[in-house]
């Protein structure tokens, strides 16, 4: 009967996770690309505020003659992560608030190698970047709070609806923002258009009133 309830839970929990996946942005980030010994790439993802962000990398094609560094960075240039003659490792951070933050891998010669060599291949990186309740352990809080398998299931349900909460508030946060600066622009173009129609009607009338003194002067009308 246990195992029942768990094997059950477990299939509530999955197809309640198929329903969230509609709703969330991607949660994991697997990339694998190219890299010139010698040039750098970044990645740029944006995060929400408090969100769990957690990436791991490996490098694979390095030569004695190249290094590889890795740093992590938000917007304003504030370091998360750094690392030096890397080849593989883990990163992990959150937000004070929703920004984009980026992952840059930068190739160079090391310094000891002097002289000509020959041309190195291009580096391979995978990079995997989790977030939120994918990027959670949930191994080891099982094991930390001695958690049963429905009970965990559950608390992984938990965590997910509590992401989807926050994702749908924050959505809502973001429409008002929008509707705020839509009706703010349209006011100031009203007023606008009604200075732009009280110049241009001003200007009509000073010319027809200078029109009709210099014809008067010369003569012309009575």
């Not at 370091?79 to 992952?103: H, I, N, Q, R």
Request: overall charge positive; proline content about 3%.
């Amino acid at each position: 009967k246990q195992w029942y309830q768990a094997e059950y839970g477990k299939q509530w929990y999955q197809r309640r996770v198929r329903v969230g996946l509609f709703v969330l942005p991607a949660l994991i980030s697997a990339l694998s690309f190219k890299l010139n010994p010698e040039g750098t790439r970044c990645i740029k993802e944006e995060v929400h505020k408090g969100v769990l962000v957690v990436g791991e990398f490996k490098i694979e094609g390095l030569q004695g003659s190249h290094d590889v560094d890795i740093t992590v960075t938000d917007s304003k240039d504030g370091k998360l992560f750094a690392k030096e003659k890397a080849e593989s490792g883990k990163f992990a951070f959150t937000l004070d608030d929703y920004d984009m933050f980026s992952v840059c891998f930068k190739g160079q010669r090391k310094s000891e190698v002097t002289g000509r060599s020959p041309p190195a291949p291009e580096l391979s990186v995978n990079l995997s970047i989790k977030r939120g309740v994918e990027a959670k352990a949930y191994n080891e809080i099982s094991k930390a709070e001695k958690l049963k398998p429905m009970e965990l299931e559950l608390k992984k349900l938990e965590d997910l609806s509590e992401a989807i909460v926050n994702d749908f508030q924050y959505m809502k946060s973001r429409e008002k923002l929008m509707r705020d600066t839509n009706e703010s622009t349209n006011s100031r173009v009203l007023w606008f258009s009604v200075f732009s129609m009280a110049v241009l009607l001003g200007l009509a009338l000073w010319q027809v009133f200078y029109l009709k003194r210099f014809f008067k002067a010369k003569k012309l009308i009575e």
